[in-house]
Structure formats: C-alpha cells, structure tokens
C-alpha cells in the first residue's frame, strides 16, 4: 500500500475500493465548482462510478506505476493526485489533481504536489514532469508556479469542456531543476497557499 505522511495533517493514501463512497461523496458536494474544469464530474453520478475509477486505477497501478492518490487533510478525504502515466522511455511522466472547495486556502494541494514531484523524481527515477491546466484556472496554475516548474507554451483548444474549447498552459520541470532549488522542496515556500 502506497502511504506518504506529508505532514501532522496532510497525508497522501493510494486510492482503494474502500475509499469509494467517500470520494463519491466528496465529488458530489463539489458537482459545481469541480465541473468549472474537470470533463469528467457528469460521468461520476454514483458510487459505482467512484468504484470503477479506483478499480481502473489500480489496474493501471499495476501495470505500469501510475498512480493515484487521495487526498487526506484531517483524515478526511479532500481531493485527489496522481500521475496520469509514466512515459518510461523518456522517462517522464504528467500530474493531474483536484481539492474539494472547502480543502482550500491551507497549502494542501502545494504540499501534496510537491511530494508527489519528490516520489516522482527520487523513487521512479524519472527526469520530467509536466502540468496542465486550463489558462483561466488561476488556482491551479498557481501549484506548478509556485514549485518553480517553467511555463513550457500553450495548447489551444486542447480539451473539450462541456460546452466549449479550453486552451490549456503547458509547464515543465526537469529532475535536475528540482535538485537546485533545495528550499522549495522542504516546504518552506509559504506564500499563496492552496
């Protein structure tokens, strides 16, 4: 079982079967702020959906190490992260994530991203790791700016999202900036949490 113990509150759990209901749940509270920039809230309307999600991912897991994380603030189940998969020739992989509105505002999602940036680098012995988000979801660029990945360009039209194109910024980091930047990967960047 994947744990990683980020701090006295903040805790990274693989997703298992057990954590279905709750993560449904927690989709459910944040229909409407999730659907904002996620595709896929309409395709999550009950709890056999959750449990499909986590058993796929587990599959994936399986086969070939991309994972994906809930999300422990409290003990409690706020949002999740994860890799969508792992490029293993050219040694890189991508992050995606999600926080549940009432999570924001503690630093929760910098810190979980930021260990899961050291598992990526340190554990998988990988060299890049890209992010994605929407041009106009302030929040969520604000995580890889703040963790000093570099703003690569931008992908128009890159996802369909309801109704509608969303352009989407591209950033980059490289293993070897990370090892330069010491500060940033002890958690000391206290600035703008999310």
């Given at each position: ?54 058993s ?8 070939n190490?991309?994972?994906q994380?809930?999300?422990f603030?409290?003990?409690k ?54 992010i994605?988000?929407s ?11 703040r ?22 910024v ?25």
């Amino acid at each position: 079982m994947f744990t990683n113990k980020i701090n006295d509150h903040l805790e990274l759990r693989l997703l298992e079967p057990r954590y279905a209901e709750e993560l449904f749940h927690l989709i459910d509270r944040n229909r409407g702020y999730l659907k904002e920039w996620l595709p896929w809230v309409d395709g999550t309307m009950k709890v056999e959906d959750s449990q499909a999600f986590i058993s796929a991912s587990l599959q994936t897991f399986a086969n070939n190490g991309a994972v994906q994380l809930g999300i422990f603030y409290r003990n409690k189940l706020a949002g999740c992260i994860g890799l969508h998969g792992i490029d293993r020739s050219n040694k890189s992989t991508s992050i995606g994530y999600w926080l549940g509105a009432e999570f924001q505002g503690h630093g929760i999602m910098t810190d979980s991203c930021r260990a899961l940036v050291d598992y990526v680098f340190a554990e998988c012995g990988l060299n890049r790791i890209e992010i994605r988000a929407s041009e106009f979801n302030a929040k969520s660029r604000a995580i890889p700016e703040r963790l000093h990945f570099v703003q690569e360009g931008c992908v128009r039209q890159s996802e369909w999202l309801y109704d509608r194109y969303v352009d989407h910024v591209i950033y980059g980091l490289l293993k070897e900036e990370w090892a330069q930047i010491p500060i940033i990967r002890e958690g000391s960047d206290e600035s703008l949490p999310l």
